[in-house]
């Protein structure tokens, strides 16, 4: 295959524009627009690179590395790119500003930025553009300015000699004209998709007819061709590739198309999804002059394709019919396809009102002489015949995957493949074809195959080697995700000896390979064996005997939990010491605890050892010591404790990756302290180190990182354990006092001021002072509360003190105003019963706290005591009364206990307050 024809397949591989765009972008402009689905706080800045995008930015910062080349200002909010926020930035390269609210391109843009090359401003709303706009951009290699609501002034594209790519799809231009005077002569890529033109004039083109380089023209989805005049395309006669995709009034005007094409060098034609629905002998008449190598007819609607529709393209070389509906192929459908090498035919086929499959005529393939690959994936139809793929004299590769209906008995007979007898077909894919049997001969036929896919089918049978006659030079047999319903025997695979890779994946008996010898003995060429997801639980020593090049083996999700125990009749089965030039081993999910001594023995080329999801725990000192070339290693989800020097020193001293997460770590010196140090020694990569590997005992480390691990814990600590004794002892006893104190706090202060009064007495107060009153506090309090005044406190009164009541000790013959002044001189205390309802009473809250103010303020902070019955907030308190709690002694502020056992020591508490000498009976 010649690189020109490569580099057309690979094209319209990415023909659609936003693909092809966002691959430019990420390649030139914005290597770190991955980065933008992570939540940014500020631009990342690497090398020369700037990624400032998803900021929310609405100009460009100033405080970025002046020597940058590369910087992505896209999906901000800037309304406009003032030239002087980019002027510290004069050597730019690359320029990303899409996805923004600019409304003009400032012709300063440029001339601060005179080294730009590429220029990224789609999806703005950039209106007018003019010829000084760009008049300094005359190194602009790329431009995309789709996207807008582009209206064109004058020449605006003119001075843009080295531009090379041009995209302005996307903008409403309602002609495909970009200028009147001949321009853009380096300009390889236009793409015009997505516009209101609807017709294409002879002279829209000529502002290009100087523009030798121009290959590639999109004028895809929305432009909706209706009209083409003569000569439309002559001025770019070198055009070689052209997009159409997604033009779905465009499919009449294909003859006419063809026509205009017919003077071009037009190699590469693709017209996907756009609404054909036949072909005729003359819709590709205009290309029979042309090169070209490769049509695209992909996702139409096309379901009758008359002979001879193709004979006009002798040239093409790749034809891609995905996904149509066609109900017939014939001996004519592809006359005149001579050189055609590669036909995709996926989905393209439908059964029709005649047929309940799609019909494909014998030999209907025979004019494709020089065909080397056709797919057939997923296009059901009624059988394949001994003349079917006649003629396929060049066919190498032939898909026939996923066709339910490939044959009517569901099996693969003798005479299945017989018309390809004379084709060198190395590779056939028979994937989901619904299989049940293989008969003896069916491919002897092929005997050029090398590749052979049989992956998901129903085949059951027992493989007795005549299957795969005639199959010397087979290279790859795949037979995975069957029903596991096949049997091997030692004949099975001797007609195919040159075998390097075989997969059984999920296939076979689960005692099919318990046998004396092995059905793979013959495979002296074996590289890869896969016998995963087999339920196998028993195979003998001997199976892989004779597999000197092995290098793969898969045995994952099997039952040979049994396989490697001592306690296995016979003792463990060291069935891998005939594959020493194994790299790659897998075992995982087998229910495995314990791997012997000899297992890995002489594996000294093993790189890749996968044992995860198992049950081990124990390993042998010396079970790893051969895997001395080991480069990655998997041990996750097992019941791993310990990871100890002498099992693993020598595994892990060449390791690249280690796999050993989610296991049950005992982090303790004796189990964990190597792999620890190793850890933070190591240059290996180790995933999920920090949230994977946790600690399961003891207590102080569970259920942390066994990164948290402190080596220094595990030191001589004899010096220190008496330091640690008494530290320990400390903080036990002043948790214990706390909470005594917390809990039982009242009853400590209780019986200490009851200690303290008996020895020193409750009086702080002088003798003489006493005796200057003839109360010992004047009791101020709300009517509603009258009732527990004389519950509560006259029993005091009777025992240890007197209190002035004003209902009781009222002075007979003097105003109300009068007596409440006299009272409260001969009072040594004022004490307030705090209750909302007190907040609430206008005398208290007037005369009587008016003059017990000016008493505090006379006397001092002592002569006020409060009582509060209820929890009433200071803001409410100093409303109300004047008073707040800070303006109190401490010991003058007391809270009735809601608790009967506490109001003994409450008493204790106002005796204090009120300093009284006497003391209060238990």
């Known amino acids: 295959m010649t690189n020109r024809y490569f580099f057309e397949m690979l094209y319209v591989a990415a023909s659609c524009i936003q693909t092809w ?420 001969g069916s491919f002897l036929c092929l005997k ?34 069957n029903v596991q319903a096949i049997d091997l025997t030692p004949e099975s695979f001797v007609n195919v000896t040159n075998l390097s890779v075989l997969t059984l994946g999920k296939s076979l008996k689960a005692e099919t390979l318990n046998h004396d010898s092995s059905p793979f003995r013959p495979l002296s060429n074996l590289t890869v064996l896969d016998l995963s997801n087999n339920n196998i639980a028993n195979i003998r020593e001997n199976m892989l005997e004779g597999l000197d090049n092995l290098r793969v083996l898969k045995l994952q999700h099997n039952n040979l939990v049994r396989l490697w125990k001592m306690a296995n009749p016979g003792g463990p089965v060291l069935f891998l010491k005939h594959t020493w030039r194994l790299i790659s081993f897998d075992m995982e999910f087998n229910g495995m605890d314990e791997i012997p001594m000899e297992a890995f023995r002489n594996l000294s080329h093993l790189r890749e050892l996968t044992i995860s999801n198992n049950l081990l725990n124990n390993f042998r000192h010396s079970v790893f010591d051969d895997l001395t070339s080991l480069k ?13 020097a002498e099992v693993f020193r020598s595994p892990l001293s060449n390791l690249s990756v280690l796999v050993m997460g989610k296991n049950t770590f005992d982090c303790t010196c004796e189990s964990i302290l190597w792999f620890v140090t190793w850890l933070n020694n190591t240059n290996t990569s180790v995933p999920g180190l920090r949230d994977q590997y946790i600690c399961n005992t003891p207590l102080l480390y569970f259920n942390d990182s066994i990164m948290d691990f402190d080596p220094l814990s595990c030191k001589d600590t004899t010096p220190f354990q008496a330091l640690h004794i008494l530290t320990s002892t400390t903080v036990l006893m002043l948790i214990l006092i706390a909470l005594i104190y917390q809990f039982h706090g009242w009853r400590i202060v209780f019986y200490w001021n009851i200690l303290i009064n008996r020895t020193l007495g409750f009086s702080d107060a002088k003798v003489e002072e006493g005796k200057e009153f003839e109360f010992d506090a004047y009791v101020i309090h709300a009517e509603e509360d009258t009732r527990w005044v004389e519950r509560l406190m006259y029993p005091l009164e009777q025992k240890t003190c007197r209190f002035c009541l004003e209902d009781r000790d009222s002075i007979i013959g003097m105003s109300q105003l009068e007596s409440i002044v006299n009272n409260m001189r001969k009072s040594r205390k004022i004490l307030f019963v705090v209750t909302e309802n007190l907040l609430k009473d206008p005398w208290c809250g007037r005369f009587k706290v008016h003059h017990a103010l ?31 709690r800070g303006m109190l002694h401490e010991r003058c502020i007391l809270n009735w206990p809601p608790q009967k056992e506490r109001i003994p020591a409450f008493y204790q508490k106002l005796l204090i307050a009120l300093g009284m000498t006497n003391q209060l009976q238990e």
């Open 448 to 481: 050029n195959l090398s590749i052979l896919l049989l992956d998901h089918n129903f085949i059951s049978q027992m493989f007795s080697g005549k299957e795969f006659e005639g199959l010397a030079q087979l290279k790859e047999l795949h037979i995975s995700n």
């Open 21 to 440: 765009v966002i691959l430019v972008c990420t390649l030139i402009v914005t290597p770190f627009h991955c980065m933008a689905s992570l939540k940014k706080a500020t631009c990342i800045v690497q090398d020369d690179r700037a990624d400032c995008s998803h900021l929310s930015l609405s100009s460009v910062p100033q405080d970025l590395p002046s020597n940058i080349t590369s910087l992505d200002m896209s999906h901000n909010r800037m309304t406009a790119a003032h030239p002087d926020s980019l002027k510290q930035y004069a050597g730019l390269l690359h320029l990303n500003i899409s996805y923004n609210s600019i409304k003009n391109l400032d012709e300063g843009l440029c001339r601060n930025l005179a080294q730009l090359q590429t220029l990224n401003m789609m999806h703005n709303q950039v209106y007018l553009l003019k010829k000084e706009d760009l008049s300094h951009c005359t190194k602009l290699t790329w431009l995309n300015m789709a996207s807008n609501k582009l209206k064109l002034q004058g020449e605006p594209f003119s001075l843009l000699q080295s531009l090379e790519f041009l995209d302005v799809s996307n903008n409403k231009l309602q002609s495909a004209r970009l200028g009147s005077q001949p321009q853009l002569p380096s300009l390889v890529t236009l793409d015009l998709g997505h516009n209101d033109f609807t017709t294409l004039k002879s002279e829209d083109f000529s502002f290009l007819k100087d523009s030798p380089f121009l290959q590639v023209i999109h004028l895809m989805s929305s432009v909706s061709l209706e009209k083409l005049e003569p000569g439309c395309f002559k001025p770019i006669s070198a055009l070689r590739i052209l997009s159409l995709d997604g033009s779905r009034k465009s499919s009449t005007l294909i003859p006419d198309l063809c026509s205009e094409l017919s003077q071009t060098a037009i190699g590469t034609l693709s017209l996907r999804d756009i609404g054909l629905k036949n072909l005729t002998n003359r819709t590709f008449l205009g290309l029979n002059k042309t090169n070209l190598t490769l049509l695209d007819l992909s996702g139409n609607s096309i379901s009758k394709i008359e002979d001879g529709s193709f004979q006009w393209l002798s040239g093409l070389q790749t034809l891609n019919m995905t996904g149509n509906n066609i109900k017939h192929l014939t001996r004519g459908t592809f006359n005149g396809l001579k050189m055609l090498k590669n036909l995709q035919l996926t989905k393209a086929l439908v059964k029709s009102q005649k047929s309940s499959l799609p019909v494909i005529d014998d030999f209907s393939f025979q004019p494709l002489s020089n065909l080397e690959s056709l797919k057939l994936q997923n296009t059901a139809f009624a059988n394949i015949t001994e003349n079917t793929f006649k003629g396929l004299m060049s066919l190498t590769e032939l898909d026939l995957s996923w066709n339910s209906y490939l044959h009517t008995e569901r099996k693969l007979t003798n005479k299945t493949f017989v018309s390809l007898a004379d084709s060198p077909l190395r590779k056939l894919n028979l994937e989901g074809n619904a299989l049940v049997a293989i008969e003896p």
């Open 632 to 644: 990655v290693l998997r041990l996750e989800k097992n019941m791993i404790t310990s990871v100890r």
């Open 854 to 884: 000016h008493q505090v303020i006379e006397d001092s902070r002592d002569s006020v005591v409060l009582i509060f019955l209820q929890d009433v907030h200071d803001y409410k308190l100093s409303h109300s009364l004047f008073l707040r």
